[in-house]
């Protein structure tokens, strides 16, 4: 659990420019497989915000006449069963998939916050209600969920992020309802509303900054697994469907199809799913590490721990200077 | 210490548990599996391939019942078939009676299509189509002959000494006329879920059927005929429907268990019988050993040759073509011609058979609303500016066929199909690939500039909708891709509820389907919901009279009809695909049947025999 | 503890109305017919001529449409509460209880394999990253969990059962062998589905390791044992993961839903007859008894073991046994 004082994040605020080159060069220096990450989320948003002036053809202009040709210098990644270019796909799917990751993620993030500070904060019987409904929700296989969800919405884009988003949303917000219980539940709070402060003013001044973290948390880690997700729907006929340039949907349609003739149909797509996955899941662990004061390095790695064992191995050298 | 020794155990698992899963390798090089993979077309003669194992004796060879010496079957063995869905339950009156594929195996019909007359024998029929009843090459099975008295009645003759399956509480008793009353009776009476296929009684629509076609009596006149009455519209279809589509059953059967949804009730005259079931998984017949029936090829020799037969369900593609790469299946139907070239390149010791995809796709419009569509020249537009060459190569690989509507052009219809090249000018320039034509066609019809539409369709039609979409394009129509879930488009399709267009196929098999969606009488295949006066009158006059027994009537009507119905161009044809089925070198006597007769798919392994010896040298494996 | 534990059976109650008011609804208004299916399937045989009038009203008397929605859903409800009927799938007309115990099995003992292969391979990675943080070796061990989340298993499951077919002739099993039959065959297939299965899952575990052994390294009785002079893999293991494992045992606990629904993908490509597959089929089919009663039935066992887990951590903390 996260706690931050509220002074200390003003303090960190109110330079705020410092505070984020601070944590770059914390990043950089501390975690270099979190800085890859955070590169490679980096190229990845920007091929799919660009991706109109970086793909070489549109991503559905088909061309009987160069059906599933092999990479050349015309179709640099090859060609699909119906001639489109297979990089203009990967970059436009790119977008799509931000679309997804961001979109989903957004709304798990922001659902969790909703749900999560309002149980919390206003507890008793209304927490008590909530909860057993977000109970009912998470006991649920998230798979017959999404399954269920979108056989009743029907397959599209807006219809997959609002799917993954509202079911993720719902289950995230135990993750929020705790961090407010537990500073709600701080003794300053109560002396704070007894100089009459409002509820509103105490959820943004006080509240919302000790959630602040989690909500990075719950966004991050949720955007690898909403990217997977909407790949596994498509293998099982619920997802975006085509012609979307969709990774996963290019992945388990025409890639698994075409696999044996034209392995280039597959191999992309499934490079370019896994690496952005991999480079948005190590980007979060170490945005958590950092954000997490108590999983903080700090002196020597490992506080207390790492203080000792690095007093140890002194010792052991030492004791190895005087015996030669 | 301790960590070693959970270490070691675990490892020990591990190693334990990999061994187990895994199965000897199949091997293909092994010498002697010269057995060339054949290919044999619905309509060219089939060779038996000789086989020329190094070493091994020479098979003992025998006269078959054309003349022809073959080698003389084995008995023995188990074929493995597989699907991707389970059957649906087990009680016909549940859904229909083709659908539950075990009966075909475990009961019998009064009539079965004559294997003799398939590709295996004299290749007359390709006994690809489970749906077109070819009186021509019937036989009779439980009866051994019918006739027609008047124009209301029909008499069957039962056969004589045929047994159930030793079964309790049947026992193995004799079959008789009773049982024939009962099962057509409890077919007719009791209306399952669906009520049931015969368009009698209360599911009866009267805009398409306006007689009740139940039967008016079916009576037992003594132990082996039964007289069936019936109302003299219905003759014809019901003629087609209970002698050739309902399966004996024992009654003692039905009053055990109530109904037929338990498998453990499945019991009938057939060649196997039903000994387990694991749903979703596998379903395991074994023979039948009090089997009435000979051969109809090889003289004196009983059915079936296999000892048993399984059939497992394996929903993903994939894993069914590893499986029968690996020789764990026998069979494999409805390939995709990319899957079958990389399946015949690990083992070209395959068999495969090619054939059309039985219902052709192409795009349907509403014609009775307001849209660009209606009028003729946009549609001629529309068809013209499809090259379809080029998708049938670029796309399909050249394993397409471009004309396939509304006659599929397989052996049993070819008295009614007439190729393209012998059509009327309109009908082969409405094929051919004109994109000047077509914007001219579309100017003069009012859209010089295009317009805006949209085509309903589900996943698997966007790819060949996509390449449509382009063409169009170039001619200024442009389309969006509704893209709907399946069953939400079936919903769809069986209304023809589309807002625009509608992409669909039309099973084209059964060949009074021209009849089905031309009427306006009939909506079900009316995707369009085009109307035409002289269509109407000419169905009444000339097709629907000769249903019942004018068959080589009927089939010319229909052949003259067609160019009158191709010119109104109702519907925009698209390429339709052809598939294959894949089967293992072992399995001989066979040519690819799927259904001996109508409504029999899936029936070829009471005919085929297996040569386990070449199975093992393959597989490793029994 | 008594207080504890019956406070907490006595909320599965609400959370247990929630859940069938959701799995009712979910079913319920999924659009598409179910007729219009069954006779597309006819069609596809071309044994219906088109000819059939669907008897609208009676199918809705027999699916219990032709009620209101609130009495369809007492009756559904009364129906599995009281009676333990689950009803009967639309389609083959079996009561779904014979299809639910014959599929249960294979998904629970999948998801269980999965789940310890799982722990095997998250726990040690989790607890080395956790002591060497940002080493090469926590690296490498992250990299390793994070990849088996990165790569969809459906794609994994399809290179398992392709590419040895065609370079080996060899294949995994196609066909279910159950686990009376032959014990050995049985553990054999699933190991494989297990495995990819256990690899996607393996890095939320290792993730939760990792985090809780970090936590709980910086605590005070972590310096006291090591004031008492014991070696690190006694500090490590013996006190500060036995304190971590407390939460971690509730996080399995949370990992069950998402395992069972992972396993719909396995049974799909491995044509292994469980659960997952029966819910895909049935909402392809639009079968809606069977889609309801599946996930209740999954929602209902996953609460079952979430209620479990959460008593034996208030066993095992002696700050909640105690009180």
Redesign the interface.
């Known amino acids: 659990m996260v706690e931050l004082d509220a002074r200390s994040l003003e303090k960190a605020l109110s330079g705020r420019r410092s505070a984020v080159a601070d944590f770059i060069k914390r990043l950089t220096k501390e975690k270099s497989m979190g800085t890859v990450g955070g590169v490679i989320v980096l190229l990845f948003l920007f091929v799919g915000i660009f991706a109109n002036f970086l793909a070489p053809y549109g991503y559905n202009e088909t061309n009987m006449l160069a059906v599933l040709a092999a990479p050349s210098g015309k179709f640099i990644l090859g060609t699909d069963q119906l001639g489109r270019d297979m990089l203009s796909r990967i970059i436009y799917g790119a977008r799509i998939s931000m679309y997804v990751g961001v979109g989903a993620s957004a709304l798990d993030a922001g659902l969790a916050t909703i749900i999560g500070i309002v149980s919390g904060y206003f507890g008793g019987k209304f927490d008590l209600v909530i909860q057993r409904f977000v109970d009912a929700v998470i006991v649920f296989p998230n798979l017959f969920f999404y399954l269920s969800v979108m056989a009743l919405l029907g397959p599209g884009l807006v219809q997959v992020i609002f799917c993954l988003g509202i079911l993720n949303g719902i289950g995230s917000s135990r993750l929020i309802r705790s961090a407010v219980m537990a500073t709600r539940n701080n003794v300053y709070i109560d002396a704070i509303r007894s100089i009459g402060s409002s509820n509103p003013r105490i959820l943004f001044r006080h509240i919302l900054p000790n959630v602040l973290a989690p909500i990075i948390i719950i966004f991050t880690i949720s955007m690898g697994g909403v990217i997977i997700a909407e790949a596994s729907l498509s293998f099982l006929g619920m997802g975006i469907p085509p012609p979307t340039p969709s990774w996963g949907g290019m992945l388990s349609g025409a890639g698994r199809q075409y696999m044996m003739k034209a392995p280039w149909l597959v191999i992309w797509p499934g490079l370019a799913l896994s690496l952005v996955v991999y480079g948005i899941n190590m980007f979060g662990d170490a945005l958590r590490d950092l954000l997490d004061p108590r999983l903080r390095g700090g002196v020597g790695g490992l506080g207390e721990y790492g203080a000792i064992k690095a007093m140890k191995a002194r010792e052991k050298k030492q004791k190895a200077k005087i015996t030669e | 210490m301790k960590k070693v020794v959970w270490l070691a155990i ?1 490892a020990l698992l591990v190693a ?8 000897p ?4 090089t092994s010498q002697g599996t010269t057995v060339q993979g054949k290919e044999t077309g619905g309509q060219t003669a089939t060779t038996t391939a000789a086989k020329t194992t190094a070493g091994a004796a020479q098979p003992e060879m025998i006269k078959d019942v054309l003349g022809r010496t073959v080698p003389k079957p084995q008995y023995g063995g188990i074929l493995t078939v ?1 699907s991707a ?2 059957q ?4 016909t009156l ?6 539950v594929w075990s009966m075909h195996l475990t009961n019998e019909k009064l009539g079965v299509g004559d294997w003799v007359a398939g590709p295996t024998g004299k290749n007359e029929v390709s006994w690809l ?4 009843w070819d009186i021509p090459h019937e036989t009779g099975l439980l009866a051994e002959k019918w006739e027609v008295q008047g124009t209301d009645t029909v008499i069957f003759y039962i056969r004589k000494g045929i047994r159930f399956q030793n079964k309790p509480p049947v026992n193995g008793r004799e079959m008789n006329a009773d049982d024939v009353v009962y099962s057509i009776t409890r077919a007719f009476t009791q209306g399952g ?3 049931n ?1 015969y ?1 009698a009684g ?5 805009a ?2 306006p007689h009740d076609i139940s039967p008016l009596s079916i009576v037992a006149k003594d132990k082996y005929t039964v007289v069936i009455k019936c109302p003299v519209e219905s003759l014809g ?1 019901l003629i087609q429907n209970f002698d050739v ?1 309902i399966r004996i059953i024992p009654k003692e059967m039905v009053d055990q268990y109530k ?1 037929l ?2 498998w453990k009730a499945a019991c009938g005259t057939g060649p196997f019988m039903l000994t387990d079931y ?5 379903m395991t017949f074994k023979k039948n050993l009090d089997y009435w029936r000979d051969h109809p090829l090889y003289p004196g020799m009983k059915m079936p040759f296999l000892d048993g037969l399984r059939r ?5 593609v ?6 029968i ?2 020789g ?2 026998d069979e494999m139907r409805d390939v ?1 011609p ?2 079958v ?2 399946i015949i ?2 083992r070209p010791d395959l068999n495969k058979l090619r054939y059309l995809v ?2 052709g796709p192409g795009i349907w419009f509403r014609l009775d609303k307001d849209m660009p569509e209606k009028n003729l020249n946009v549609r001629r537009a529309l068809s013209m500016a499809i ?1 379809r060459d ?2 049938i ?3 399909y690989n050249g394993e397409a066929e471009k004309f396939c509507h509304p006659i599929l052009p397989v052996g049993e219809l070819s008295n009614i199909f007439t190729p393209l090249n012998q059509m009327p000018k309109t009908v082969q320039d409405n094929y051919t690939y004109n994109v000047d034509a077509a914007k001219k066609l579309l100017a003069d019809a009012g859209f010089p500039s295009g317009f805006k539409g949209k085509i309903t369709c589900y ?1 698997p039609q ?2 060949v909708l ?2 449509v979409k ?1 063409y169009w394009a170039k001619i200024g129509v442009q389309v969006d ?1 509704d ?6 488009w ?2 769809i ?3 023809s509820a589309q807002d625009d267009m509608l992409m669909t196929s039309i ?1 084209n ?2 060949y ?1 389907t021209p009849l ?1 969606y031309v009427s306006s009488q ?4 009316n995707h369009s919901h085009g109307v035409d006066d002289y269509i109407d009158k000419y169905v009444n006059d000339k097709i629907t009279p000769n249903q019942t027994f004018n068959d080589a009537e009927l089939r010319a009507n229909l052949k003259a009809l067609v160019p009158y119905l191709l010119d109104l161009v109702w519907m925009v044809e698209l390429p339709t695909p052809y598939q294959y089925a894949v089967w293992q070198p072992w399995v001989k006597g066979f040519n690819g049947e799927y259904s001996v007769g109508r ?1 029999n ?1 899936g029936d070829a392994g009471m005919y085929v025999w297996m040569d386990t010896a070449l199975k093992s040298k393959v597989t490793g494996q029994q | 503890m008594t207080g504890y534990l019956i406070r907490r059976i006595v909320l599965i109650i609400p959370t247990l109305f929630f859940v069938t008011v959701l799995v009712f609804s979910l079913a319920r208004f999924i659009p598409g017919s179910v007729i219009d299916r069954m006779v597309s399937e006819m069609a596809g045989y071309g044994i219906a001529q088109g000819g059939e009038k669907i008897d609208e009203a009676a199918i809705r008397h027999e699916l219990g449409m032709d009620v209101p929605i609130y009495s369809q859903y007492g009756r559904w409800v009364g129906a599995i509460f009281i009676h333990g009927d689950f009803g009967r799938s639309l389609w083959t007309r079996r009561p779904l209880i014979t299809d639910l115990r014959a599929r249960y099995p294979v998904t629970f003992e999948l998801s269980l394999m999965a789940l310890i292969i799982s722990v095997i391979v998250a726990l040690p990675i989790g607890i080395y990253s956790a002591v060497r943080q940002d080493t090469v070796g926590d690296y490498v061990g992250r990299s390793f969990a994070i990849a088996g989340l990165s790569i969809p298993n459906f794609w994994v499951g399809t290179m398992v059962m392709v590419i040895p077919a065609v370079i080996w002739g060899w294949s995994p099993p196609v066909e279910y062998i159950q686990l009376a039959k032959d014990p050995l065959g049985n553990l054999g297939q699933f190991l494989l589905p297990a495995t990819i299965m256990g690899m996607s899952t393996s890095a939320g575990m290792m993730r939760m390791t990792r985090t809780m052994m970090l936590e709980v390294l910086r605590n005070d009785y972590v310096r006291t044992a090591w004031s008492k002079g014991l070696t690190e893999r006694m500090v490590v293991l013996r006190h500060a993961f036995k304190n971590a494992s407390i939460p971690l045992i509730t996080m399995l606990g949370g990992r069950i839903p998402g395992l069972l629904a992972g396993s719909v993908i396995m049974e799909q490509i491995f044509a292994l007859p469980g659960m997952g597959r029966l819910m895909l089929d049935a909402i392809n089919t639009r079968d809606y008894p069977v889609i309801s009663g599946v996930n209740l039935v999954m929602a209902a066992l996953t609460l079952v073991c979430i209620l479990i887990t959460d008593i034996s951590y208030a066993y095992v903390d002696p700050r909640i046994r105690y009180r």
Do not use: M
């Open positions: 675990t334990v548990t990999l061994a187990a899963s895994c199965q390798a199949t091997s293909t597989c869905a389970d649906v339950g087990f009680d549940n859904i229909d009676q083709a659908s189509l489970p749906g077109i879920f669906l009520g296929s368009s209360k599911t009866r629509d009267p398409v059927t279809s589509a109904d949804t338990d694991v749903a979703g998984s596998s497992l369900i394996i929903p993903d994939s894993t069914q073509s590893a499986a790469r690996t764990k299946i995709n990319v899957d070239e990389s390149k690990t039985f219902s090259d080029a998708i190569k670029g796309y996943q966007v790819d996509s390449l382009d891709l893209v709907r879930e399946t069953t939400v079936q919903t399709q069986r209304t099973t098999i059964y009074t089905a009939i909506p079900t295949y409504g798919h």
